[in-house]
């Protein structure tokens, strides 16, 4: 009896064995195809991000006096630092002269800590709408 018993506990397991031998997941691969056109919009969507209003990134300021100074300023900050946009704007009563529009707090520090080297005043913000 006990030999017919193995023989019945056996049968599932050689039957589980032999089928996963022969059972094999699915193998495939994907290709993407997509419009080149879209490369071209996320290009564009890029460029959009970096006008977006002023209040929703950080900019640095390197001058506020006069508007001679700071269009001077402004002129000295680009011939050093040609990789950040610079802009100057009046707020009453000074004329103030803003580097950069970065989308973080981090980047703009790590731009005023390259920036600081050559004018020691800069400091980082986040301009009102």
Known sequence: MKTFDL?????????FIT???YCHAQE????VNQDKKITTLLDL???MNKMEP?????????????????????????????QWSTTVVYEPPNFKTWVGNFRTSLEADRALKEIKEKFSNAFRFKPKK
């Open 54 to 82: 002023a209040s929703d990134r950080y900019k640095i300021q390197i001058y506020s006096g006069n508007r001679a100074t700071a269009q001077t300023t402004q002129a000295d900050f680009s011939s050093k630092f040609s």
């Open 28 to 31: 495939g691969s994907v290709s």
């Open 19 to 21: 089928t996963s031998l």
């Open 7 to 15: 023989k019945i506990t056996k049968l599932p397991i050689i039957c």
């Open 45 to 47: 969507k890029k460029e």
